[in-house]
Nanobody, 120 residues
Framework: QVQLVESGGALVQPGGSLRLSCAAS????????MGWYRQAPGKQRELVGT???????NYSDSVRGRFTISRDSVKNTVALQMNSLKPEDTGVYCC??????????????WGQGTQVTVSS
């Protein structure tokens, strides 16, 4: 079994910065892509960005240039640095991981999410 736990969500003013972290643990053999998604109230979940096992990151148009994803493949963690935050960035942020387990099965695992609120 694989667990993902996010942390770092908070209330922040527009223009501020916030750093989210996600740690994966459990029956992990290796992790392929890790990603961040968010869901605003009344809206569908949307992709924020992903990072491959090789460290290549990709971002949605709405966050490119403001957000940065980084990954520590030894510690099985992924971080999301968010700068120049806007009220429309408000939502529950979840991480996911494409995992090869020690049993050699492949699973897409999700965390429970952390709340980010951008408001003055």
């Amino acid at each position: 079994q694989v667990q993902l736990v996010e942390s770092g969500g908070a209330l922040v003013q527009p223009g501020g910065s916030l750093r989210l972290s996600c740690a994966a643990s459990g029956s992990i053999f290796s992790i392929y892509t890790m990603g961040w998604y968010r869901q605003a109230p009344g809206k569908q979940r949307e992709l924020v960005g992903t990072v491959t096992s090789g460290g290549f990151a990709n971002y949605s148009d709405s966050v490119r240039g403001r957000f940065t994803i980084s990954r520590d493949s030894v510690k099985n963690t992924v971080a999301l640095q968010m700068n120049s935050l806007k009220p429309e960035d408000t939502g529950v942020y979840c991480c996911n991981a494409d995992v090869r387990t020690v049993s050699r099965t492949r699973e897409l695992c999700w965390g429970q999410g952390t709340q980010v609120t951008v408001s003055s």
